[in-house]
């Protein structure tokens, strides 16, 4: 089994108690994050009348916050759409949103049209997509021009200090044990610090992401840094 396939088949077999062990694992803090992060979105996006795409979609946490943000911000939410390479994170998925359209598919190979979406989002998925430059590279196709990449995502840590010891302890000794009491799979728990380990810097991913025609028009560091928000403007010139 390929490497990109092992990942999807692990995210399948922890679909049914994802939810929950996400809120457990993170003290609920990642809600804030995202909402954060589409608040921001929405401040710099210059269209109202609005085509979102949610990448790495999961079980939907994104599209609901999506939902919220916009219609505080005063915009009109046109269309919103998930896609997941899961099957199983999906059929949670569309347990919580009877009328969002969901596609199965991975980021690399967006079964959208060119230039369709006003904004693109992917949350704490991007480090799972093997072929990452050019799942970015589809990111740009899809988007308009002006349109807005958000990624947030837990991008490799930097040493030292007390902050970055409790946070490295909690990741590799808490972390997965709870996971896996939660999800019965303890090894999907210990996938996620060390993808964090073996992902980019905060650095090394905005070069990449120019490097594929964006913009970068943003950064923040939530919670010491153990969270990254990047949001970018895709310019055709």
């Known amino acids: 089994m390929q490497k ?3 990942i999807i088949e692990m995210f399948n077999q922890i679909a049914p108690t994802y939810d929950k062990a996400n809120r457990i694992l993170s003290f609920g803090v990642d809600v804030s994050w995202r909402k954060k992060a589409c608040k921001r979105v929405l401040e710099l996006c210059e269209n109202d009348d609005l085509n979102i795409i949610d990448v790495a979609c ?11 943000s916009v219609k505080k911000s005063g915009k009109k939410l046109h269309l919103i759409q998930g896609i997941d390479p899961s099957s199983a994170m999906l059929k949670e998925a569309k347990k919580k949103f009877t009328n969002v359209k969901f596609i199965e598919a991975g980021a690399q190979d967006l079964p959208l049209e060119s230039k369709s ?6 949350s704490y998925g991007i480090r799972n997509v093997v072929e990452r430059q050019r799942a970015l590279g589809e990111f740009a196709r899809v988007l308009k021009n002006g349109g807005i990449l958000l990624v947030l995502e837990f991008t490799k840590r930097e040493r030292g200090g007390i902050v970055a010891f409790f946070r490295d302890f909690y990741l590799k000794n808490v972390l997965p044990s709870l996971g896996g009491l939660i999800s019965k799979n303890k090894e999907a728990y210990t996938y996620l610090p060390n993808s964090i380990e073996t992902f980019l810097s905060q650095e090394e991913f905005s070069a990449e992401l120019e490097s594929v025609g964006f913009e970068n028009i943003d950064f923040k560091s939530f919670s010491f840094g153990v969270s990254s928000m990047f949001i970018a ?3 055709d010139g």
Do not use: P
Not at 58 to 67: A, C, L, N, R, S
């Open 233 to 235: 403007r895709k310019n």
């Open 58 to 68: 999961g079980t939907g946490d994104m599209i609901e916050i999506w939902q919220e």
């Open 4 to 6: 990109q396939e092992k």
């Open 117 to 122: 979406m006003d904004i693109l989002s992917i």
